[in-house]
C-alpha cells in the first residue's frame, strides 16, 4: 500500500497568517489526492479532491497544489473556524490511504 | 439535506459479532459507491471497505478481509457492515461515507460516526 506521511506534525500559526501543509506520497499518486479537515468530534470534510480542486462550498481561501508524489494545501489567511487537524488521502490505488495528519493550532 | 446516519455500534467481546447500519437521506442512493472508514480515537484514518452502487464490487482492507461483509440496500437507502471475529484492534469509530464519483475516490459525505469497543 501507498505511505502517505504529512509535515509537519503540528503547525502552530496566527489567525489571518499562511498556512502551509505538506503530502508526500512513497510513490506517485499522479493527482488522486484528497484533503480533509477535521475538527474534534465531528467527522472529516473534504476540502479539495483532484489534488487542487475546491469540494462544494469550500472557502477559496483553501487551495491544494502538486502531482505525483508532493502534494501542498495552503489556506491563505487563517480564520478561527479553520484550527482544526488535517489530513491528505491517496486514491490512486487501492486501498487508498490517509496520511498520518497536521494539527493546524493557534500559535 | 445529504445526510448519513450510522447506528449499531456498542460494546462486544472479543470473538463476537456486530452489525452496523448507516442510513442515507437527500441523495440517489443507488447511484454512488459507498464505503466504511475507521478511526481509533486520537488516531488518523484508515479504509475498511467499499462496495458498488450496484453491490456488484466490494474490496477490503487487508485488516478485515474474510472477518467483515459490507452490503447495501438501495430500496432501503441504506449501507450495511457485518462485523465478525472482532478483535480489540477494531475498537474504534466507524464511520460511512459516499465516494464522491467522476473519477474520483475521495469521500464527500460522511456520517457522524458510530463507536465500537471489543472488551471482555
Known amino acids: 500500500e501507498i505511505v502517505m506521511t504529512q509535515s509537519p506534525a503540528t503547525l502552530s500559526v496566527s489567525p489571518g497568517e499562511r498556512a502551509t501543509l505538506s503530502c508526500r506520497a512513497r510513490?506517485?499518486?499522479?493527482?488522486?489526492l484528497a484533503w480533509y479537515q477535521q475538527k474534534p468530534g465531528q467527522a472529516p470534510r473534504l476540502l479539495i479532491y483532484?489534488?487542487?480542486t475546491r469540494a462544494t462550498g469550500i472557502a477559496a481561501r483553501f487551495s491544494g497544489s502538486g502531482s505525483g508524489t508532493e502534494f501542498t494545501l495552503t489556506i491563505s489567511s487563517l480564520q478561527s473556524e479553520d484550527f482544526a487537524v488535517y489530513y491528505c488521502?491517496?486514491?490512486?490505488?487501492?486501498?487508498?490511504?490517509f496520511g498520518g495528519g497536521t494539527k493546524v493550532e493557534t500559535k | 439535506q445529504v445526510q448519513l446516519v450510522e447506528s449499531g455500534g456498542g460494546l462486544v467481546k472479543p470473538g463476537g459479532s456486530l452489525s452496523l447500519s448507516c442510513a442515507a437521506s437527500?441523495?440517489?442512493?443507488?447511484?454512488?459507491?459507498m464505503s466504511w472508514i475507521r478511526q481509533a480515537p486520537g488516531k488518523g484514518l484508515e479504509w475498511v471497505s467499499y462496495?458498488?452502487?450496484?453491490?456488484?464490487?466490494?474490496n477490503y482492507a487487508d485488516s478485515v478481509k474474510g472477518r467483515f461483509i459490507i452490503s447495501r440496500d438501495n430500496a432501503k437507502n441504506s449501507l450495511f457492515l457485518q462485523m465478525n471475529s472482532l478483535r480489540a484492534e477494531d475498537s474504534t469509530v466507524y464511520y460511512c461515507?459516499?465516494?464522491?464519483?467522476?473519477?474520483?475516490?475521495?469521500?464527500?459525505?460522511w456520517g457522524q460516526g458510530t463507536m465500537v469497543t471489543v472488551s471482555s
Open positions: 461515507a459516499r465516494l464522491i464519483g467522476g473519477g474520483h475516490d475521495a469521500f464527500d459525505i
Open positions: 437527500g441523495f440517489t442512493f443507488s447511484a454512488y459507491y
Open positions: 462496495i458498488s452502487s450496484g453491490s456488484t464490487y466490494t
Open positions: 510513490q506517485s499518486v499522479n493527482n488522486n
Open positions: 483532484g489534488a487542487s
Open positions: 488521502q491517496q486514491y490512486n490505488n487501492w486501498p487508498t490511504t
